[in-house]
């Protein structure tokens, strides 16, 4: 939806650091140069400063400053639209192979439908994963000049993906000599985590002047890795009674192995029973404790101590990070009616994720087909001479029928020790255009070219599955191998073999790259008795591309703990569009707006969009203002074209055995047939300055969304097999002892989503005898977010995790909560050359999963303190020192819901720094 309505007096004051004297709407009506007209995100009209009419929240490079914050992605999460649901940040990536994405959404509607812009223009979505939204990551924090938020859909004037709204970058564009900047930081807890980032930027000559100005800006940032075992509420994963690690554990029995046989054929022979579950088997003959483990409490069969794996201190929490940046923008001006204009942004984000070692079991091995290929057993198998072969103990828990024969045994491997991954991605954005004045009109046309590049890659950990069991398998070998060592360790003869089968090298490459060529002209309609009225008109053209090289290991599924096969994806197509944009003042204070695009995809179709807004000054102090649109999200080349593979699952818990942190196969991919989402959007809101210190902003909206394009997580699908749901019925394989051995997730056209809710701004700014002082709330209520699954089954998803059931709500396995209420709190007080700013970041409380006995929890309300003084007293040296969570609180008890590998707190809500003390410092000439 596009708005075309004023914001009032605080929106440009205390966004621009403009006049502080009177309401905006009332300076509005005086005569302004048209040099002076821009454009504002949602609309193509170029307006005054003073007349923009929009929801957005802008962040300015002074805000950004007094933040504190370390990267990009953290300066977003502060936003009070954006949320968690829906969002992939930098630390869901241990174990989920997110490729060092971190990516941004609004309202809980994901990444995919946020429309991320940087100086206005799309960007190249990030070439990996199952999305295809855009890496925040690689836009450099020091290059931005302000970020704007538009809080509502804008498809009537960008196209797809602008369902939930724009976040769009604006870099800085005007400068005048040069910055050296630099920060550090560190957590006053032991452990990682430090950062530490240097910038420059520089501007040269005048537009005026000299006919042309240039700026330039590079930046360098880097962060240290954190591991959980460095703090006390994420270091162990059995906290009772609220959850328990069910990982895969080392030296379980599964059951009697036949030579030659699959696992399929093995379980279908008549022989004894044969566990696929890491949480059921025939036990373990020694101590879990002496070998590192962990025993659960709910044992295996009849009784059996089955040994865990608690990985939780393995994992990274926050991983190792470098971004190298280097932005330009020039303009020239070639006649006095004529500037040409020149932007390039190149970013590049280094991410280093390590988690916890490999585990093994024989359905793991199940989807390698090198196994067949080569004649190895898909299994780490125990012979019956094996010095460490556990008769007594098969004896002892009467498992007669076993013993003898060939043992399938569970392990979590320690030769190689963490999984360690490297992931690079390069973002390249260039940009050349024209604009002018043209017949009294304003005229624009550009090119860019975008590319996003992905270099995947195993530094650590990883092996051959075929190669290591091989090892373990051939008879010369096994006589040295000790499943139940106390320390874990191999005698060195066997450790060199198995080292042997490492694996380092590429993952997967990837290269997406959107290239543009748009064009508008602006300018006055016609005039009537309200004043003149303003249009647009525009085209775009924009072509796709999108390709991934898994390696030949990767798309091979035989690499341990890559997840299974991955096959390439080599796809492009080709979008035109036209716009256009009326604004008509109707009488002296009510505006009507009206935008309309269509768009035409060479392999989805066809679509057209509108909005429509109303603006009513009322008073000099009261502005009302209402809209009314549509949207549409175009299906991705990833969802059309990605090829279906069987791989791994990500964990889930079957209600229907009581077993827990299951993985199994699951077969995933594209769907060609899929089609556009739609939505209807609806905005009412009012702008209120009854005196000159105070005004209050409240937008009240209303989103739908239909034909969701869904990808049903494994829990979502296996909930709802075993709860009848038609809808999953043929998505399930199970074993004929009712455990499940498969499950399908499908990209499909299905369900739809409805939410409300009300976006609050408060502001107050005065000057006093003691200084001025600026206090400003940003809130976000949500009231409502349901969502219809494929089946017509109804997720209420504002402030849970969970339904009543205790099962995930639509979007949880992606982690992250629509919150009820979230705000930021800021009082800022500057005397002189002084200045301290006191933050607030608050949340309200949210239902998460269950716990180990099958109760609801809840996890409190919450909130955090940031601080800083800064200095700037000396010609133009700034000098500023803060803390993030003052009071260095830990983060409530977390029960997660989805395939989240660190344990004790919501990756999505809390810093696991804890208290993090920054220096910041700059100097102008």
């Known amino acids: 939806m596009t708005h075309t309505l004023s914001r009032g007096a605080w929106l440009v004051h205390a966004a621009f650091g403009l006049a502080a004297a009177g309401p905006a709407w009332a300076q509005a009506d005086a005569p302004q140069p048209d040099t002076q007209r821009v454009t504002i995100t949602g609309s193509s009209i170029k307006r005054i400063d003073a007349e923009t009419a929009l929801p957005v929240q802008v962040i300015t490079r002074d805000e950004i400053s007094r933040s504190g914050v370390t990267s990009t992605e953290q300066l977003l999460s502060s936003v009070s639209a954006i949320s968690a649901m829906g969002a992939t940040t930098n630390a869901m990536g241990a174990g989920s192979s997110t490729g060092g994405l971190s990516s941004v959404s609004l309202r809980g509607l994901t990444a995919d439908r946020t429309l991320v812009l940087v100086n206005g ?67 006053t807890r032991d452990g990682g985590g430090k950062s530490k980032k240097a910038g420059i930027v520089a501007g040269f000559g005048d537009l005026d002047a000299d006919r042309f100005s240039v700026v330039v800006s590079g930046s360098l940032e880097k962060e240290d890795l954190l591991f959980a075992r460095d703090r006390s509420f994420a270091r162990s994963g059995n906290v009772y009674p609220y959850y328990e690690s069910g990982a895969t554990g080392q030296g379980n029995i599964e059951g009697a192995w036949i030579p030659g046989m699959t696992l399929q054929e093995v379980e279908a022979s008549g022989g004894p029973r044969f566990f696929r579950s890491p949480n059921s088997s025939y036990g373990s003959p020694v101590a879990c404790d002496t070998m590192g483990m962990f025993q659960r409490a709910a044992g295996g069969f009849e009784g059996a101590p089955v040994c865990a794996f608690d990985s939780a201190p393995y994992v990274g929490l926050v991983p190792k990070r470098e971004l190298a940046s ?49 004649g190895v057993d898909p299994a780490l198998l125990l012979y019956p001479d094996n010095p460490n072969y556990p008769t007594a103990y098969l004896q002892a828990r009467g498992f007669t029928d076993l013993i003898g024969q060939p043992l399938s045994i569970t392990s979590r491997e320690t030769v190689l020790g963490n999984r360690v991954n490297q992931d690079t991605n390069t973002q390249l954005r260039a940009t050349l255009g024209v604009s002018g004045r043209v017949a009294e009109q304003d005229v624009e046309v550009a090119v860019s070219h975008n590319s996003s590049q992905l270099e995947g890659r195993a530094v650590g950990g990883y092996f051959s599955q075929v190669a290591y069991v091989a090892v373990i398998n051939d008879p010369a070998n096994n006589r040295l191998w000790n499943p139940w060592s106390p320390s874990g360790t191999q005698p060195a003869e066997l450790a060199d073999k198995l080292r042997a089968t490492a694996y380092t090298g590429q993952t997967l490459n990837g290269q997406a790259t959107t290239d543009l060529v748009d064009g508008k002209i602006t300018g006055n309609a016609f005039t009537l008795p309200g004043g003149m009225a303003q249009y647009a008109l525009g085209y775009q053209g924009r072509r796709e591309k999108y390709k991934t090289e898994p390696s030949e290991a990767l798309f091979s599924g035989d690499i341990a703990g890559l997840g299974g096969s991955v096959a390439p994806v080599d796809r492009s197509r080709s979008v035109h569009a036209v716009f256009g944009e009326l604004s008509v003042p109707i009488v002296k204070r009510l505006e009507a707006t009206l935008a309309v695009r269509g768009d035409k995809y060479n392999d989805v179709g066809s679509t057209t969009n509108y909005n429509g807004s109303l603006r009513w000054r009322a008073t000099d102090s009261l502005m009302l203002r209402s809209s009314v649109g549509t949207g549409f999200r175009a299906p991705t080349l990833v969802d059309l074209w990605t090829p279906q593979t069987l791989g791994n699952s990500e964990q889930f818990d079957d209600p229907a055995t009581g077993q827990t942190d299951l993985q199994v196969n699951a077969l995933s991919g594209g769907n060609p047939a899929l089609k556009p989402e739609k939505s209807q959007q609806v905005l009412v809101g009012l702008v209120f300055s009854p005196i000159r210190q105070f005004t209050a902003t409240v937008d009240v909206f209303r989103i739908r969304l239909r034909d969701i394009i869904n990808l049903p997580s494994v829990q979502e699908v296996v909930s709802g097999f075993r709860r009848g749901d038609p809808a999953y019925a043929g998505l399930v394989r199970l074993s004929p002892t009712n455990e499940i051995q498969q499950v399908s997730t499908i990209l499909t056209n299905a369900g739809d989503a409805r939410l409300s809710g009300v976006d609050v701004e408060l502001g107050w700014r005065d000057s006093y005898s003691f200084g001025r002082l600026d206090v400003n709330l940003v809130g976000t209520y949500m009231s409502r977010f349901d969502e219809t699954s494929p089946g017509g089954f109804v997720s209420h998803k504002v402030g849970t995790l969970v339904d009543d059931n205790g099962d995930p709500v639509l979007g949880a396995q992606n982690g992250g909560v629509v919150l009820r209420w979230k705000h930021t709190l800021t009082a800022n007080l500057s005397h002189g050359a002084w200045s301290g700013t006191l933050v607030q970041n608050f949340y309200k409380g949210y239902r998460d999963g269950n716990d180990l006995e099958g109760r609801a929890h809840f996890v409190p309300s919450r ?19 803060g803390v993030k969570n003052l009071l260095d609180s830990d983060p409530p008890v977390y029960i997660p819901v989805s395939n989240q590998f660190q344990t004790g707190y919501d990756v999505s809500l809390y810093d696991p720094r804890g208290r993090f003390v920054y220096v910041n410092a700059s100097y102008r000439f």
């Open 121 to 187: 223009r799309r960007l190249a979505p990030f070439p990996g994963g199952a999305s295809a939204s855009v890496n925040v990551n690689t836009i450099p924090l020091g290059a931005i000049e302000r970020v704007e938020v538009l809080k509502d859909g804008a498809s009537g004037v960008y196209g797809s993906d602008a369902i939930a709204g724009v976040v769009n970058f604006i870099l800085t564009k005007h400068f005048d000599g040069v910055e050296l900047s630099g920060s550090a930081g560190t957590p």
């Open 326 to 374: 280097f932005t330009l923008n020039a303009t020239w001006r070639a006649s006095e009616s004529l500037d040409v204009f020149a932007d390039v942004l190149w970013g590049r984000s280094k991410v280093t994720q390590s988690f916890q070692p490999n585990p093994l079991r024989a359905s793991f091995l199940e989807t390698d087909a090198l196994f067949g290929e080569r």
């Open 863 to 881: 909130a955090t303190y940031d601080a800083q003084v800064a200095w700037h007293g000396w010609r133009g040296l700034k000098l500023a020192l």
